[in-house]
């Protein structure tokens, strides 16, 4: 075990996906992490007060749930049930005292990516009422543009601002992951644009392996890859962010090795940074 300073580790439960929400509680909590975030998945089927009750036994903070978003679609009856789901995941997240929602906001082959930034803007307008009223964040996450076909037209972190910049509230803001963003020539200058407007709310660490052998779920841990995570870091730093950072790596790799190993290499790699 590593508790050296974990005080602002966060990890997704889909990280160690073969680990059910109880195990994963225990094996977070047992390693020094009180930071979790939440996939949907890992509270389907439960009583939400139970989830809850357990996370604050264990003196767990929930960063996130995750995900909402997918708000794209050329049939309106489709968009309206993207609407309701993201109601519900809203109230979900409510429930279980995660302060904010993960937005991954859609794409539709064959629409305009024009047209689906459209109908994201309007598809969180609609939902922002709500979401205030529930006291939960609405946290953008642009993806990499490898992803534009059909998972999110909001490609850059530029992109990302603009939007935040539109709704103008303090329950609207960007997860920033590095995975999606390492890339970006203006990245640096949109990281302080984020801060200037304290529009940052969560910050999402993995690493980019080469040569990546599948485009959803081959990261890697930081360090094993080529992004240069402590740049990033600083980056994020001096625009402010002091909130958790969150670990979230899809790796069917690392999936099918023993869990408590790859809990253990996530912890030095984490610590091998400066925060």
Excluded at 42 to 55: D, H, N, Q, W, Y
Excluded at 122 to 141: M, Q, R, S, Y
Excluded at 173 to 178: E, Q, R, S, T, Y
Aim: proline share 3%; net charge negative; aromatic share 10%.
């Amino acid at each position: 075990m590593f508790k050296s300073d974990l005080s602002k580790l966060c990890v997704h439960t889909i990280t160690t996906k073969p680990w059910d929400l109880e195990k994963a509680i225990e094996k977070y909590v047992s390693n020094g992490i009180q930071g979790i975030s939440i996939w949907r998945d890992a509270i389907e089927g439960k009583e939400l007060s139970f989830v809850r009750s357990t996370l604050e036994r264990n003196e767990m903070k929930v960063v996130s749930l995750v995900r909402g978003g997918f708000f794209t679609g050329e049939n309106l009856d489709s968009r309206k049930m993207s609407i309701q789901d993201n109601l519900k995941a809203i109230e979900d997240a409510a429930k279980i005292g995660a302060e904010m929602l993960v937005l991954v906001c859609g794409a539709t082959p064959g629409q305009s990516l024009e047209k689906s930034r459209t109908q994201i803007r309007d598809a969180i307008e609609e939902l922002l009422p709500f979401a205030e009223n529930n006291n939960v964040k609405l946290a953008i996450e642009p993806l990499h543009p490898m992803y534009a076909d059909s998972r999110s037209a909001i490609n850059t972190l530029y992109q990302a601002n603009n939007l935040v910049e539109y709704f103008d509230s303090a329950y609207v803001g960007i997860a920033l992951d590095v995975y999606h963003v390492w890339w970006d020539p203006d990245l640096e200058r949109e990281i302080i644009r984020c801060g200037e407007k304290n529009n940052l709310f969560a910050f999402h660490l993995c690493d980019w392996r080469v040569p990546t052998r599948d485009m959803l779920n081959d990261r890697t841990v930081m360090g094993q890859g080529i992004i240069d995570i402590q740049e990033i870091i600083n980056f994020v730093k001096n625009a402010g962010y002091s909130g958790y950072h969150e670990v979230e790596i899809f790796s069917e790799q690392y999936w099918s090795t023993d869990q408590d190993k790859y809990l253990d290499i996530i912890i030095k790699s984490y610590l091998s940074y400066t925060y």
